[in-house]
């Protein structure tokens, strides 16, 4: 357990005292000037998962500190960014929300909405999450390893949080059948080739082995299983061991409730706005797409991240997608988080983020779309009130349960041009 950021402020308690210790521990035993090597943007992931001191937020960009209504959300926690940390521009909304948008002049293509998900649309994705999606015929990250409930793992440990669950080594015969193994933890910086329509065909007929599970994962129960639940797959299957779709596997639909959020994100926004200033770089032969969205924009694809407080996203680019300038929507909920966003490598300094519960962040666009980012910390004791337990509605509590060490990110992107099924040989 994590100490409560109030203590860790304080120089006289002991949880001050504890990491302190720890901090000069880890300081003692590093290289000297390995800093040095450091690139922009890995200094920056270290310098906001630290634990000791805590990190300082003055640079970190937190748009709710604009928005009146939600003052008692952001005395949450004492995690705070500041309004003015990054240059940004506001925009007017499509929509009638009355909030605006905001766009990077630095980075084209980026867009923030900040609570653009009402409170109960926030519940009612948090509920999908959990209780709908981590389920089969969708893919988690504990599939691999361990033999899950056929209800799926949030519902078997409603029903029965003290049930054993096993590992899938030690329970069948199938790991002769396996070559790659997927990481078990934290997703990991495998570099791949990036898709597009020329190398789509070869992409897809790449072989795509099953994961190997894990031969030293314990038997555990329903209830210390789920905090290790990192992932589960949205629409077309994603294989983590090419970092390629997977196509010959068809696809899931993606859930009415997430393509409607996502369809009036993209909406929203005017475009024409957006990438006004843009040199019309990197979109390809025809004009930029981005003048079609309203008809072309079709989320089939994508990943629910679930994060415990201690948990980190390192930096990557979302690169497996044949349409690379689409649109990819991305809904936090929950705790709050820092997101740092960069550019084409890991040497341009990253932009940091403060991601609320209800925000969404568009990537779009050649540069955007391919820009480095990542999650090097979930902000404990952020919950918005509205995520909290509640009397009148009972049903909440197990949510509101797991919400208090947790962050939930659903990311949905754009695969194929809307209508584009891809043919292969062994489909
Ligand atoms: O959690 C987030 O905000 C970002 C997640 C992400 O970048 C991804 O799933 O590729
Ligand atoms: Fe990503």
């Given at each position: 357990?994590?100490?409560?950021?109030?203590?860790?402020?304080?120089?006289?308690?002991?949880?001050?005292?504890?990491?302190?210790?720890?901090?000069?521990?880890?300081?003692?035993?590093?290289?000297?000037?390995?800093?040095?090597?450091?690139?922009?943007?890995?200094?920056?992931?270290?310098?906001?998962?630290?634990?000791?001191?805590?990190?300082?937020?003055?640079?970190?960009?937190?748009?709710?500190?604009?928005?009146?209504?939600?003052?008692?959300?952001?005395?949450?926690?004492?995690?705070?960014?500041?309004?003015?940390?990054?240059?940004?521009?506001?925009?007017?909304?499509?929509?009638?929300?009355?909030?605006?948008?905001?766009?990077?002049?630095?980075?084209?293509?980026?867009?923030?909405?900040?609570?653009?998900?009402?409170?109960?649309?926030?519940?009612?994705?948090?509920?999908?999450?959990?209780?709908?999606?981590?389920?089969?015929?969708?893919?988690?990250?504990?599939?691999?390893?361990?033999?899950?409930?056929?209800?799926?793992?949030?519902?078997?440990?409603?029903?029965?949080?003290?049930?054993?669950?096993?590992?899938?080594?030690?329970?069948?015969?199938?790991?002769?059948?396996?070559?790659?193994?997927?990481?078990?933890?934290?997703?990991?910086?495998?570099?791949?080739?990036?898709?597009?329509?020329?190398?789509?065909?070869?992409?897809?007929?790449?072989?795509?082995?099953?994961?190997?599970?894990?031969?030293?994962?314990?038997?555990?129960?329903?209830?210390?299983?789920?905090?290790?639940?990192?992932?589960?797959?949205?629409?077309?299957?994603y294989h983590w061991g090419t970092k390629q779709y997977d196509f010959t596997r068809g696809k899931e639909p993606v859930d009415p409730r997430v393509r409607q959020v996502c369809?009036?994100?993209?909406?929203?926004?005017?475009?024409?706005?957006?990438?006004?200033?843009?040199?019309?770089?990197?979109?390809?032969?025809?004009?930029?797409?981005?003048?079609?969205?309203?008809?072309?924009?079709?989320?089939?694809?994508?990943?629910?991240?679930?994060?415990?407080?201690?948990?980190?996203?390192?930096?990557?680019?979302?690169?497996?997608?044949?349409?690379?300038?689409?649109?990819?929507?991305?809904?936090?909920?929950?705790?709050?988080?820092?997101?740092?966003?960069?550019?084409?490598?890991?040497?341009?300094?990253?932009v940091p983020i403060l991601l609320r519960s209800g925000d969404v962040v568009i990537m779009s666009g050649p540069a955007c779309r391919r820009a480095y980012h990542g999650v090097?910390?979930?902000?404990?004791?952020?919950?918005?009130?509205?995520?909290?337990?509640?009397?009148?509605?009972?049903?909440?509590?197990?949510?509101?349960?797991?919400?208090?060490?947790?962050?939930?990110?659903?990311?949905?992107?754009?695969?194929?041009?809307?209508?584009?099924?891809?043919?292969?040989?062994?489909?």
């Open positions: 357990m994590t100490a409560p950021t109030a203590d860790l402020l304080d120089p006289t308690s002991s949880a001050y005292k504890k990491a302190r210790k720890r901090h000069i521990k880890t300081i003692k035993n590093r290289r000297e000037n390995v800093e040095a090597d450091w690139t922009p943007f890995r200094a920056a992931e270290k310098k906001y998962k630290a634990r000791f001191p805590p990190p300082d937020l003055s640079h970190v960009l937190d748009l709710a500190l604009a928005d009146g209504s939600r003052a008692k959300e952001i005395e949450m926690g004492w995690w705070k960014g500041r309004v003015d940390a990054v240059d940004v521009k506001e925009i007017p909304l499509k929509h009638a929300s009355g909030r605006p948008g905001y766009v990077f002049p630095d980075l084209p293509g980026l867009v923030l909405l900040p609570r653009f998900v009402t409170d109960d649309t926030q519940r009612e994705l948090v509920r999908w999450a959990l209780h709908d999606h981590a389920r089969p015929p969708n893919v988690n990250n504990l599939d691999t390893h361990y033999v899950l409930p056929p209800e799926g793992l949030w519902n078997s440990y409603i029903s029965s949080p003290d049930l054993v669950i096993h590992p899938v080594a030690s329970s069948s015969g199938r790991s002769h059948e396996i070559v790659v193994a997927e990481p078990a933890g934290p997703r990991t910086l495998i570099s791949n080739p990036p898709a597009s329509p020329a190398s789509f065909s070869s992409l897809a007929s790449e072989p795509k082995p099953l994961a190997a599970p894990s031969t030293t994962v314990l038997p555990l129960s329903t209830s210390a299983l789920l905090p290790k639940l990192r992932w589960a797959n949205i629409g077309w299957f369809q009036n994100a993209v909406s929203a926004v005017p475009w024409e706005v957006v990438f006004e200033s843009d040199e019309a770089e990197g979109w390809g032969e025809d004009e930029p797409d981005w003048k079609r969205w309203d008809e072309t924009y079709e989320p089939d694809a994508g990943i629910v991240n679930f994060y415990q407080t201690k948990d980190t996203l390192m930096a990557h680019v979302d690169r497996s997608e044949v349409c690379a300038t689409s649109p990819l929507v991305s809904i936090s909920l929950g705790n709050a988080a820092v997101f740092l966003i960069g550019g084409l490598t890991r040497d341009v300094p990253p090097p910390r979930i902000l404990e004791n952020t919950l918005p009130s509205h995520l909290h337990v509640t009397s009148s509605d009972e049903d909440w509590t197990p949510y509101a349960e797991y919400l208090k060490s947790a962050r939930i990110n659903v990311n949905v992107r754009q695969v194929f041009p809307k209508g584009f099924e891809p043919h292969l040989e062994n489909h």
